[in-house]
């Protein structure tokens, strides 16, 4: 893919389609991973127990076979996943799934050559096709599993190495893909604790059902959802280089989700996420009936409020906008594998030791933090999912690029992985963003921000500036066959007037722009971090990820009309805010 996405989370209704310790700077001692909601371990698995087996018997063998395999890597995820999801008033969907899913990678060639080798614009080879295995801890069924993948496996790597080898005699190559197509790394051995969720069903089914109901007492509401998720996440892993890993993670979330239409036809979309990691964390009533009584002021506020037309100037973004706009002007950019494939726009490949942003900001990804004051990274794992150790990664000093985030994809300079390689359940692993944090050093309250604004305002004779108060998400285009830009959608944005008027809230704009410009605009930032914490789409597909920054202040940011459709709102209102629909009749 050429194009990646951030968002809050994917709504999937018929009406839509679409950690606590930091490290010093500099420090990747791999540390063991706190985790919590978890059951005591009594040593390795079953699970883990059948994967050594079948690594000792087909080792062997493969490596005699020709072409030769030299690598070989089982993981299994076991996923339990409560949902209660509510709309307007009614329960919508409750459900409670269990599975376990086998992922298979056989490598053939060399670490230096193998089958997974990029031939110009052609994907490499992935690893087979996840499968579902039994959920029961039985050896035998397991190894039976593992058997079928393993001999499917090596026969489509068999294959991708012949073209591989037939292909680079012809193809020419460029120094990052002369570079080993999988580094050396040493193995890992960690049996930590299973996770577990415990979730009251019976009354999440009533909180969804109450929540939607509160955001139909408005009328400009045409559709509410709420939708509770309680997931433990357990990872098997073992490889033929002797890594060995069991852990388990839990995570519950409750979404918000409204939706209204302007006169128009302009949709208007609202969301509020509230993450946690143990069942005694969760919001309250109270907390989130706070949450839908804002949102609701915004949208019905959104509805009547004017379009903004295609504009450049200074605009401030709050910490939240501030964070998805590195995302994806940045965070994406400095992700290894782009600056390896040639189809790639490598914007920051040759850039290592130049200033790339003000020499005020720095930016670091540490998937090790769990939570910052308090908040809980999405980010956070123990181990990516090649095996390697999360860790803390320096990104850019001082405004000097300093790093890549890294996967088991060597380039020149980097040969070593850096814990980022991550991917969705189904799909291969290349170096993705964790917790991307961005800190400043100069930092002024967010008073004197706005302050600040409004001097830039007047200097460059603008009649108003921007401030981006939240954020639906992003994307950004990173392949040669489009343009470098980005896109960053926000929800709530106001005019800012240089001679003293209130700010008015406006709709209907997207952050644009390209991201070598748009890095050298910042002129200072706030004092206080804020998190984003979302789920981004790319080529590992969809990863929960958390992005931290302050609020930033830019002398130049465009915006470009919104898409919109054309679409009009109801011929009439809701049933229950129709007098004539209410009306008794004799």
């Not at 590195?326 to 850039?351: L, M």
Request: glycine share 8%; proline share 8%.
């Amino acid at each position: 893919m050429k194009r990646s996405r951030l968002r809050l989370r994917v709504l999937t209704l018929a009406l839509f389609t679409t950690c606590v310790a930091t490290r010093a700077a500099g420090d990747s001692t791999f540390r063991v991973p706190v985790l919590q909601n978890t059951q005591a371990p009594a040593g390795p698995a079953p699970v883990l127990r059948a994967m050594e087996l079948e690594l000792e018997r087909w080792m062997p063998v493969l490596t005699r076979q020709q072409p030769p395999a030299y690598f070989i890597s089982y993981t299994v995820t076991d996923q339990r996943q409560i949902e209660v999801q509510g709309s307007n008033g009614a329960l919508l969907d409750s459900e409670d799934t269990h599975n376990r899913v086998l992922e298979t990678d056989v490598r053939v060639g060399s670490y230096e050559r193998d089958n997974t080798h990029s031939l110009g614009d052609r994907n490499p080879s992935r690893s087979s096709a996840p499968r579902l295995v039994p959920l029961q801890d039985d050896i035998g069924v397991l190894r039976r599993a593992l058997w079928q993948a393993t001999d499917q496996q090596y026969r489509r790597a068999a294959e991708a190495f012949i073209r591989v080898q037939t292909g680079t005699q012809v193809q020419v190559e460029t120094a990052e893909s002369r570079t080993p197509d999988f580094s050396h790394e040493s193995p890992h051995v960690f049996y930590g604790p299973l996770a577990t969720v415990t979730a009251d069903v019976r009354q999440w089914e009533d909180r969804v059902r109450h929540y939607t109901a509160e955001f139909s007492r408005s009328p400009a509401v045409m559709n509410s959802i709420a939708t509770f998720t309680a997931t433990a996440t357990n990872q098997f892993q073992a490889t033929s280089e002797g890594t060995r890993l069991q852990f388990g993670q839990t995570r519950y979330r409750l979404e918000l989700f409204v939706q209204a239409k302007a006169p128009d036809g302009m949709d208007i979309n609202r969301y509020a996420n509230f993450d946690w990691t143990a069942p005694g964390q969760a919001p309250t009533d109270a907390q989130v009936l706070t949450t839908i009584r804002q949102l609701l002021r915004e949208v019905e506020g959104l509805q009547k409020a004017p379009l903004v037309e295609p504009y450049a100037g200074p605009a401030l973004l709050t910490g939240r906008a501030a964070a998805v706009f590195f995302h994806e002007v940045f965070g994406h950019r400095v992700e290894g594998f782009r600056q390896k494939q040639i189809t790639e726009g490598q914007t920051f490949a040759r850039k290592i030791g130049e200033m790339v942003m003000p020499s005020f900001i720095s930016v670091y990804d540490d998937p090790t933090l769990d939570q910052l004051d308090g908040t809980v990274l999405l980010g956070h794992y123990p181990f990516d999912d090649e095996g390697v150790p999360a860790q803390r990664v320096v990104l850019v000093d001082h405004g000097v690029l300093k790093n890549f985030l890294m996967s088991r994809s060597p380039l020149p300079g980097f040969p070593h992985s850096n814990g980022h390689g991550r991917r969705q359940v189904g799909f291969t692993p290349v170096a993705r963003q964790g917790n991307l944090i961005v800190t400043s050093e100069r930092r002024v309250p967010m008073a004197e921000l706005r302050r600040m604004l409004v001097a830039e305002i007047r200097r460059q004779g603008k009649p108003f500036g921007l401030l981006i108060d939240d954020i639906a998400g992003g994307f950004t285009f990173t392949g040669r066959g489009m343009p470098q830009a980005f896109q960053v959608q926000p929800l709530v944005v106001y005019k800012v007037y240089p001679d003293g008027r209130p700010d008015e809230l406006v709709r209907g704009v997207d952050l644009v722009g390209t991201p070598l410009l748009a890095l050298t605009k910042i002129l200072a930032t706030g004092d206080h971090e804020e998190v984003f914490n979302g789920f981004c789409g790319a080529e590992s597909g969809s990863v929960p990820v958390a992005a931290v920054a302050p609020a930033m202040l830019l002398s130049e940011l465009e915006v470009q009309k919104k898409e919109t459709s054309t679409d009009r709102p109801p011929i009439l209102p809701p049933p229950a805010h129709d007098p004539e629909a209410n009306r008794t009749h004799p």
